[in-house]
């Protein structure tokens, strides 16, 4: 028995020693497969910001601030929970931490950028104000509004750029009161100045 745990201790030794001496030259080529790996996923891992999310808790339902940097873009969205615990936020568009308007981040390529806006916002847009359930919240409201970039409330996630509007409805209609529209920090890229 006693060598029994001899011979197994040794080639439990051996293998180890092996595992930490004997491969270096393969070692050497996985690190170097793995360097030229993360390389290429470098070069092709798609645009992200980074963002955190933190909560204060007020009440029922907690105040969420989220916060996200683009490259020189920092955006600010403010979560604050009415007694239903439905959500409303405010929003700030930062360019190297100045509070600046939306108009200010786009290159000259904007007003392509804002008809695209414009039309996936005004479908929804159409959609309710046409609705027969919704026709009291959109009395008194234009057929057909166009929004400027200013208008707009600007926010990030990891992947897109999110343009928040309100149609300005009353508190009734909240859920009805407004729409979203993201756009992928890659495609968002052709319209920021550089």
Do not use: W
């Not at 990891?158 to 920090?185: E, Q, R, T, W, Y």
């Amino acid at each position: 028995m006693k060598k029994f745990k001899v011979l197994l201790s040794c080639f439990i030794l051996i293998g180890f020693l092996y595992s930490c001496t004997a491969p270096v030259s393969e070692n050497k080529e996985k690190e170097e497969t793995n360097a030229e790996t993360k390389a290429e996923e470098k070069k092709e891992s798609p645009k992200t910001a980074v963002c955190k999310t933190e909560e204060k808790k007020e009440g029922p339902d907690p105040i969420i601030t989220k916060s996200c940097q683009y490259g020189n873009i920092q955006t600010k969205s403010v979560g604050y929970p009415d007694m239903k615990g439905r959500y409303s936020y405010s929003y700030e568009l930062m360019l190297s931490g100045k509070k600046v308007k939306n108009s200010v981040i786009f290159n000259d390529k904007m007003p392509e950028l804002l008809s695209k806006l414009n039309d996936k916002i005004l479908k929804e847009y159409s959609e309710s104000y046409n609705a027969e359930d919704s026709k009291d919240c959109f009395s008194g409201m234009p057929k057909n509004p166009k929004f400027k970039m200013d208008d707009l409330s600007i926010d990030l996630d990891d992947k897109n750029m999110i343009f928040n509007v309100s149609f300005g409805l009353p508190g009734m209609c909240l859920a009805l009161d407004g729409s979203i529209v993201s756009i992928p920090l890659e495609e968002i890229e052709n319209y920021l100045k550089k």
